[in-house]
């Protein structure tokens, strides 16, 4: 039938769930007769893979758990710094453990009333704060929101400006 080890032959029937539906059945030789070369670790629908001995042929990974829940977690922030302290700007570095947005919430109080953002999702994030006055305390906050809309906040930091 000129194939190689690693086809076979079966009709859907044999193959499939059911019409339409390209699981796989529990009678399926797909299942386990896959090979590892440039197999994804996940199947199409976000199930690890292999489940059995052995990746199975195909876009699905038969009997599989479900795909994973919806991201609830919100990154988690860490490494919060001032730098580069001037007479009217200041620069706020921080760090979160997944990709995700930067805001820095800045004012004299803790009411805050500013802010300056940047919504590329990053790991490594930096806002420099500009058109502040000189020799003055000002209060702020980091956040952080990441893909699935999970938002972390740190707690309220102060900085002074240069003289």
């Known amino acids: 039938t000129d194939q190689d080890g690693n086809s076979f032959v079966s009709g859907p029937a044999a193959l499939f769930a059911g019409a339409n539906d390209y699981h796989l059945s529990a009678t399926s030789p797909a299942i386990d007769a896959g090979s590892t070369l440039g197999a994804p670790n996940v199947d199409i629908e976000g199930n690890g893979r292999p489940f059995g001995p052995a ?24 490494n919060v710094r001032v730098s580069n302290v001037k007479r009217r700007s200041v620069s706020v570095t921080w760090m979160t453990d997944e990709a995700s947005t930067t805001t820095v919430r800045y004012g004299r109080t803790t009411a805050y009333g500013k802010q300056r953002s940047n919504t590329s999702l990053v790991v490594r994030h930096v806002i420099t704060v500009t ?28 900085f002074k400006t240069a003289r």
Do not use: K, M, W
């Open 55 to 78: 990746y199975d042929v195909g876009a699905y990974e038969f009997g599989s758990a479900s795909p994973p829940g919806a991201d609830t977690t919100p990154p988690e922030i860490s």
């Open 131 to 158: 058109g502040l006055s000189a020799n003055t305390r000002y209060h702020y906050r980091v956040e952080s929101t990441d893909e699935a809309g999970n938002r972390a906040a740190s707690a309220d930091l102060t």
